[in-house]
T-cell receptor
């Protein structure tokens, strides 16, 4: 069984602050994929980033960066210099040997002007 | 091309009615998924198709839920004798684009309210 835990229910920040979202996962698969999705008020899930289990290199993509630590089964996501448009629910998700995604419960991010 | 589309966007049903939710995946995408998202929760897997074959339906909550994809493109999720607990957003996703195989691309969802 696969499980994704997002311990933070809500985060509220002022514009230009950095926001870090925590994600911890459980899986028995040796090969798996981790994702972050954004769900704005419109409801559509928007793909943000993907990381493969065999590549622990952390990267930065624009204002997004992520920290994948296999030893602690964590896949944290950071938004640098947050903007009001970043306000949304963010989901961490895991895909193992089958094709289905297992999602965390989501973290609601509110960025205040 | 266009993204994943779903219709209707909103559906209100009286308890006991049957409903049908449609999903048009991205053209050429082989795999199609249905998820159910309850209010304040993350999406939960319902079922998975590869072309017209339903390879996994382990997430369907009861035998009142039925999904099909007869020609390997458009899919329909049908819920018979709807109950109040079926109220949720039903999300469809597709994948299979060369070079980006692992990302699932989601539609806007159908919000079902059962009265």
């Amino acid at each position: 069984a696969q499980k994704v835990t997002q311990a933070q229910t809500e985060i509220s920040v002022v514009e230009k602050e950095d926001v870090t979202l925590d994600c911890v996962y459980e899986t028995r698969d040796t090969t798996y994929y981790l994702f972050w999705y954004k769900q704005p008020p419109s409801g559509e899930l928007v793909f943000l980033i993907r990381r493969n289990s065999f590549d622990e290199q952390n990267e930065i993509s624009g204002r997004y960066s992520w920290n994948f630590q296999k030893s602690t089964s964590s896949f944290n996501f950071t938004i640098t210099a947050s903007q009001v448009v970043d306000s949304a629910v963010y989901f961490c998700a895991l895909r193992g040997g089958d094709y289905k995604l297992s999602f965390g419960a989501g973290t609601t991010v509110t960025v205040r002007a | 091309g266009a993204g994943v589309s779903q219709s209707p966007r909103y559906k209100v049903a009286k308890r006991g009615q049957d409903v049908a939710l449609r999903c048009d995946p991205i053209s050429g995408h082989v795999s199609l998924f249905w998820y159910q998202q309850a209010l304040g929760q993350g999406p939960e897997f319902l079922t998975y198709f590869q072309n017209e074959a339903q390879l996994d339906k382990s997430g369907l909550p009861s035998d009142r839920f039925f999904a099909e994809r007869p020609e390997g493109s458009v899919s329909t999720l049908k819920i018979q004798r709807t109950q109040q607990e079926d109220s949720a957003v039903y999300l469809c996703a597709s994948t299979g684009q060369p070079g980006r195989y692992n990302e699932q691309f989601f539609g806007p969802g159908t919000r079902l309210t059962v009265l």
